[in-house]
């Protein structure tokens, strides 16, 4: 294993999920995304929220870009389940209003979709762990806009950014996707973690599936 320096946010947050184990690579048995598709590197963020130190990192990028788009207050939106933690610490630190959206309703009660107290026409952002396509999001973002919230941006900790179609679900969509890392900065940093054959064969996946 080689020593690759870090050089920017987007490597430090791709160092961080090497070094906690969210970057899964298995050339054999390969994992299921959250898309449907099959991969041999899988990543999960869901381990970040027991990891306090690393989370704050990340939950502290996450607000810089928050902010950097959104002067005045916003609703802060968490997809089920993933997104729920996330949002929820966004929100506090950020001191916004926060709702979740189900994937479906609930059952009983009133039957909601969206679960939390806001404004119609309100700004909103969605919040989620990561996206691979984009496609599991429109659901998210349909709900959002029937209930009539305004929203134009998604934030995530990762992108896979290697789906020739998650451009073509954005512009669907009408969203700007906004991410901490992607696997470009996965494999910049990944000599530090794994064999250089692994980093090689690591290299020609991504490649193939960017080309199609």
Known sequence: MSTVKIKNSRQKIADILLSIGCVNINFKNKFTLTSGKKSPVYVDC????SFPKEREIIINEMSKQIKSKYKNQ???AGGETAGIPYSSYISQKLKLPMVYIRKKPKG???GKIIEGEFKKKSK????EDM????GSKIHFINSMRKAELSVRDIFVVFFYD?????KANMKKMRVNLNYLASWKDILEISPNYISMKDHAN????LD????G
């Open 124 to 127: 909103s952002v969605l919040i």
């Open 108 to 110: 009983f009660g009133k």
């Open 74 to 76: 916003i609703v802060v």
């Open 208 to 211: 193939m599936i960017s080309n």
């Open 46 to 49: 869901r381990k970040l929220v």
């Open 202 to 205: 690591l290299k020609k996946y």
């Open 162 to 166: 290697i789906y020739p179609s998650a």
């Open 131 to 134: 996206a691979t396509d984009g």
